[in-house]
């Protein structure tokens, strides 16, 4: 259990299938504790990060691993005197599962409609959570503008700054990026040629046994003087449709992001990010559908 200053921290998801006559089914859990049906959720571990949390409690609760969309929501409420924050995603169900949930704690699981799944849950929230669920759709595909993690002070290296390394503090942020990336199954990684970029991604692109794809237009020297080439880098990666993340520069990213979403508007969508900060565009045939910012892994 995480709990800090009084509130309980947990993860979730709406996983939902195609049935084989093409129909979106949701993914209920009957606990037999509470005796209530559910989305699949649970507390998080220490150390652990939300969507971390919310991509094993799907595997342990369902036995199915997913592929996870955008981020639908939070539900608050109190139990026994405490807040609890529950945050949701949606998941698609990737094959058949791979395993058993402990039946002393999810004894049945049910694929059903949306509509028969509202009906079914026992808790309005969870009903509130499937309706966003809903408004989003199926079939997103995510590409995840990452600011390299934190590297050394430009006034602190003398050599050429292309040449500068991660400080410390980031080389312990990249190595906790693959738990935050892992659910969204991503198939490419592309990163901008200098050496602070390469080893924020390295880590992470060799646990998923990944060859990444490194680029002179994602970085800041190509971009001083050819504003529109990572521009054009990253539309191409968003046509293609395969769910990749760029790994790149501040002065860089905000006008990618700028670019890609055109005249939409977002909610909470910051000036810049921070390093190891990423906003996660989720695009469905050419058009973004949500954008998730995410925050640096803790060092």
Same mark, same amino acid.
């Given at each position: ?12 998801? +709406? &996983?939902? =299938?195609?049935? !084989?006559?093409? %129909?979106? *089914? ?117 590409? +995840? &503008?990452? =600011?390299?993690? !934190?590297?050394? %002070?430009? *006034? ?144």
């Amino acid at each position: 259990m995480t709990s800090i200053d009084n509130v309980i921290y947990a993860a979730g998801a +709406v &996983l939902w =299938r195609t049935s !084989k006559s093409n %129909k979106v *089914e949701i993914a209920l859990i009957h606990r037999p504790r509470y005796d209530d049906w559910s989305l699949p959720k649970g507390k998080l571990d220490p150390n652990e990060t939300m969507i971390g949390c919310a991509y094993r409690e799907v595997m342990e609760e369902t036995g199915y691993s997913a592929v996870f969309g955008p981020e639908l929501g939070h539900a608050t409420y109190v139990v026994d005197g405490v807040s609890k924050i529950v945050k949701y995603w949606s998941a698609q169900a990737d094959g058949e599962p791979s395993g058993k949930p402990n039946p002393q704690e999810v004894d049945e699981i049910l694929w059903l409609s949306p509509a028969d799944a509202r009906k079914k849950l026992t808790l309005d929230d969870d009903r509130s959570i499937v309706d966003f669920f809903l408004e989003f759709g199926t079939g997103t595909t995510p590409l +995840v &503008l990452l =600011r390299h993690a !934190k590297a050394i %002070k430009r *006034e602190e290296w003398d050599g050429d700054d292309d040449d500068r390394p991660l400080a410390q503090v980031g080389q312990v942020q990249a190595k906790r990026l693959l738990s935050i990336y892992l659910p969204f199954g991503i198939e490419e990684v592309h990163s901008s040629d200098a050496v602070r970029c390469i080893e924020t991604i390295e880590p992470m692109t060799r646990s998923l046994k990944m060859n990444p794809i490194f680029s002179t237009d994602l970085s800041e020297y190509r971009f001083a003087k050819d504003k529109e080439a990572a521009l054009d880098y990253a539309q191409d990666l968003m046509d293609r449709g395969n769910g990749a993340i760029i790994c790149s520069h501040n002065p860089i990213l905000p006008k990618l992001l700028k670019k890609l979403i055109g005249k939409k508007s977002f909610k909470e969508l910051g000036q810049e990010l921070k390093p190891a900060e990423a906003w996660i565009l989720h695009h469905r045939d050419g058009e973004i559908i949500a954008v998730d910012w995410v925050s640096a892994p803790k060092a």
